[in-house]
């Protein structure tokens, strides 16, 4: 870890657990918010993993409750489209210098982050073709830099889903790209104490989340996260940069 061991791991289950309750509530934001605390914190390889695993495994939780609102026809060219590219996105990632991986890495948060907040109509994003263009983006951008959401809320904004329709999908989603990128990847190689924590801190936030779901309204929560992803993308960038100069 980059910081103290302590102060890592505090760090590590805040951000862990603040992530995991807006992905509860949102049927995303878990990797927004997470992932440029957790690169700056464990390294770029270590944190995308994590954000990978616990992504994957909060959605899957998510999803009990809705899975019959899944549209499988929609689903399968987003899901297939990502699998060939997931590796391409961890063979580049293993290959590039941290620097560059983290000005890499802040770039993709920041720009999909900025293309989601300004609600990005792009024609190119619709109908088979839509998802297929959004599965491939996405599945890179998840394996390499732990980010793969934007790419399939712009599809679906595209497509006009309502939010009862996005939350599922978003979560089947993210079920499956996490566990393509977990399986090319790895599991992230962390200390016991610090996977006490993520596991803990993971299990608050799902907790939390639930308890809030009926009491937030979702447009503040996705403010929220677009605030928080953009401040850690940046962060992500003007750090790699540095560390380029």
Known sequence: MVAGAGAAELLLGGVVAVAASVQWLTGMGFALIAVPVLVLTLGPAQGVVLANCAAGVISIGGLAAGWRRVRIGAMVPLVAAAACTVPVGSWAAARLPEPVLLAGIGTL?????????????????????????????????????GV??????????????????????????????????????????????????????????????????????????????????????????????????
């Open 109 to 145: 948060v920041t720009l999909a982050v900025a293309l989601v907040m300004a609600g990005a109509r792009i024609p190119a994003l619709t109908g088979t073709k839509g998802a297929v263009t959004a599965g491939a983006v996405g599945g890179f951008m998840n394996s390499a830099a």
């Open 148 to 245: 793969g959401g934007p790419p399939y809320s712009l599809y679906a904004l595209n497509a006009g889903w309502r939010v009862h329709e996005f939350v599922p999908n978003a979560q089947f989603y993210g079920i499956a790209v996490n566990v393509l990128s977990v399986a090319v990847n790895g599991v992230p190689r962390l200390s016991g104490p610090a996977w006490s924590v993520a596991v803990a801190a993971m299990v608050a936030g799902a907790l939390v989340g639930r308890a809030l779901a009926p009491r937030v309204q979702e447009r503040g929560v996705r403010r929220l996260i677009f605030v928080l992803a953009l401040a850690g993308g940046f962060s992500v960038l003007v750090k790699g940069l540095l560390e380029m100069a």
